[in-house]
């Protein structure tokens, strides 16, 4: 049940863009985006729900695509502070969340 | 607001000794959760209580963890006897209700525990 992410690294110059994607092999109900920078707790992102939508927040946003199970999160013009360990987690109905293994963002000047 | 709490913030242990680690939620959240990061991963959900109540405790390996919530506030989880790929971190997280899937979930520092 666990979601497959990828890449599972990528690195950016501040600036540039990236996309970070999340698969699963089964229906899902919603999809939890997390940021967890080395040796920090795992911080909040954003949830998107099934129904195709998409979110938004200052540089980051996500879509979800109920039809093929995946979601996107979307980092455009990457700054420094964006470096850091993403992670989806999926619910599949009113059911805990399961995490990715992880994206492994890392910026530089 | 204060965040969630969790102690101590490094452990070490030997194989086969016991460790507990407390966690005091973000006040008023009605659910609690303990997740083990290992290295690498992302992390597993361990438990969920709701209020005091367990609400998934299918991935918590019965023979060695418990873990409790008296009073539907703080919690503690326990490992007894630890192995050592028991090695991780152990974090727990807070959300405000009960609607699972819909509820953003706020996670504490984490307990790094080594088991040598």
């Known amino acids: 049940q666990q979601p497959v992410q990828s890449p599972q690294a990528v690195i950016l110059r501040e600036g540039e863009d990236a996309v970070i994607n999340c698969s699963s092999s089964k229906a899902l109900y919603s999809v939890h985006w997390y940021r967890q920078k080395h040796g920090e707790a795992p911080v909040f992102l954003m949830i998107l729900l099934k129904g195709g939508e998409q979110k938004g927040h200052e540089k980051i946003s996500a879509s979800f695509n109920e039809k093929k199970q995946q979601s996107s999160l979307y980092l455009t013009a990457s700054q420094l502070s964006y470096s850091g360990t993403y992670f989806c987690?999926?619910?599949?109905?009113?059911?805990?969340?399961?995490f990715g293994t992880g994206t492994r963002l890392t910026v530089i000047p | 607001e204060a965040g969630v709490a969790q102690s101590p913030r490094y452990k070490i242990i030997e194989k086969r000794q016991s460790v507990a680690f407390w966690c005091n939620p973000i006040?008023?959240?009605?659910?609690l959760y303990w997740y083990q990061q290992i290295l690498g991963q992302g992390p597993k959900l361990l438990i969920q209580f709701q209020n005091n109540g367990v609400v998934d405790d299918s991935q918590l390996p019965k023979d060695r963890f418990s873990a409790e919530r008296l009073k539907g506030v703080d919690s503690t989880l326990k490992i007894q006897p630890a192995k050592l790929e028991d090695s991780a971190v152990y974090l727990c997280?807070?959300?405000?209700?009960?609607?699972?899937?819909?509820?953003?979930?706020?996670f504490g520092p984490g307990t790094r525990l080594l088991v040598l």
């Open positions: 997280a807070s959300s405000l209700g009960a609607r699972g899937s819909q509820e953003t979930q706020y």
């Open positions: 006040s008023g959240h009605a659910t």
């Open positions: 987690g999926t619910t599949f109905g009113a059911n805990n969340l399961f």
